[in-house]
């Protein structure tokens, strides 16, 4: 798993349209990168959709403008032919191994 963070276009799910936000790669198969949005938005979210994100205590050295969160509750899988991915930086060791332990690859 990779740690780099992009800027890429997520389409909405629920309605039509989308935004430019930043995103965790994953990893890529011969059609699609395959990546967790990130977040900024927490508070608002209920109990169990919160169980779901992972905060990045290190948001500032992984180069994104405000505390945010990667939002697990499902990967997303962009067009590689559609996307432009734009660099900001990556995940701290720290911030990684809280992910690796969230997603059970790591005890």
């Given at each position: 798993?990779?740690?780099?963070?992009?800027?890429?276009?997520?389409?909405?799910?629920?309605?039509s349209?989308?935004?430019?936000?930043?995103?965790?790669?994953?990893?890529?198969?011969?059609?699609?990168?395959v990546?967790?949005?990130?977040?900024s938005?927490?508070?608002?979210?209920?109990?169990?959709?919160?169980?779901?994100?992972?905060?990045?205590?290190?948001?500032?050295?992984?180069?994104?403008?405000?505390?945010?969160?990667?939002?697990?509750?499902?990967?997303?899988?962009?067009?590689?032919?559609?996307?432009?991915?734009?660099?900001?930086?990556?995940?701290?060791?720290?911030?990684?191994?809280?992910?690796?332990?969230?997603?059970?690859?790591?005890?």
């Open positions: 798993m990779a740690k780099q963070i992009f800027w890429a276009y997520v389409s909405f799910i629920e309605v349209g989308g935004k430019t936000r930043p995103v965790l790669y994953i990893r890529q198969t011969e059609t699609d990168y990546v967790f949005r990130l977040t938005q927490y508070a608002n979210k209920s109990a169990f959709i919160q169980s779901k994100y992972i905060e990045i205590t290190d948001w500032q050295q992984a180069g994104l403008p405000k505390p945010s969160w990667i939002d697990m509750v499902k990967t997303y899988q962009l067009p590689i032919q559609q996307t432009k991915l734009t660099y900001i930086g990556q995940l701290s060791d720290a911030d990684m191994t809280a992910l690796m332990k969230k997603l059970s690859i790591l005890p």
